[in-house]
């Protein structure tokens, strides 16, 4: 079965970029999901399709996919931005979360 | 905006089933794939299964053996059932929409033509709901 690797855990300084990262085989020709689950709550979609953003999401949060690996940038990290991040994809007929990744904007 | 709540017993014995209802609001249940994703204590999301609106599902392999999801239009609720439960089943379950795109990409034949390729993604959760099993 296909499998998503995401690091444990990403720090970052308030106010700088955290990136997030989430590899497979070939990931690139998925489309890439990024989910944000603070403690507590269910997890809310923050990006779409690699790169695309929901409404109310703000601009800060990017993402990008290419090759084995697909990205989350959090520009200019608030510290309501700590959370945990789950990359997701569609593969053989099945939904596939990455681990998860969590973030500490110190 | 649509509106998604999950409902059922928070305590369940060891090897009976499980049953949860997702209720569907401010929007209808036709026309969408709806999933069921559980997360245990401490743990990552697991995705357990979807049921189109028409009835069709699709199980995680998993869980496949054990996993019934049906659909209710007229009460605009679908519903999981995890048979023979164990303490690993316990977890927050959560319901979702799948949320259906649309990408015009090139197609083989003829050549530079364009298909449409789809794509979903889950757009709207439920606020989740906490299954323990145990006697």
């Known amino acids: 079965s296909y499998e998503l690797t995401q690091p444990l855990s990403v720090s970052v300084a308030l106010g700088q970029t955290a990136r997030i990262t989430c590899g497979g085989n070939n990931i690139g020709s998925k489309n890439v999901h990024w989910y944000q689950q603070k403690p507590g709550q269910a997890p809310v979609l923050v990006i779409y399709?690699?790169?695309n953003r929901p409404s109310g999401i703000p601009e800060r949060f990017s993402g990008s996919n290419s090759g084995n690996t697909a990205t989350l940038t959090i520009s200019r990290a608030q510290a309501g931005d700590e959370a945990d991040y789950y990359c997701?994809?569609?593969?053989?007929?099945?939904?596939?979360f990455g681990g998860g990744t969590k973030l500490t904007v110190l | 905006q649509v509106q998604l709540q999950e409902s059922g017993p928070g305590l369940v014995k060891p090897s009976e089933t499980l049953s949860l209802t997702c209720t569907v609001s401010?929007?209808?249940?036709?026309?969408?794939?709806w999933s069921w994703i559980r997360q245990p204590p401490g743990k990552g999301l697991e995705w357990i299964g979807y049921i189109y609106y028409s009835g069709s599902t699709n199980y995680n392999p998993s869980l496949k053996s054990r996993v019934t999801i049906s659909v209710d239009t007229s009460k605009n609720q679908f519903s999981l059932k995890l048979s023979s439960v164990t303490a690993a089943d316990t977890a927050v379950y959560y319901c979702?929409?799948?949320?259906?795109?649309?990408?015009?990409?090139?197609?083989?034949?003829?050549?530079?033509?364009?298909?449409?390729?789809?794509?979903?993604?889950?757009?709207?959760w439920g606020k989740g709901t906490t299954v323990t099993v145990s006697s």
């Open positions: 997701q994809v569609w593969d053989s007929s099945s939904w596939v």
């Open positions: 401010g929007g209808s249940i036709s026309s969408y794939y």
């Open positions: 979702a929409r799948e949320m259906k795109g649309e990408l015009r990409v090139p197609s083989a034949l003829p050549k530079g033509s364009l298909r449409t390729q789809y794509y979903y993604y889950m757009d709207v």
């Open positions: 399709r690699d790169s």
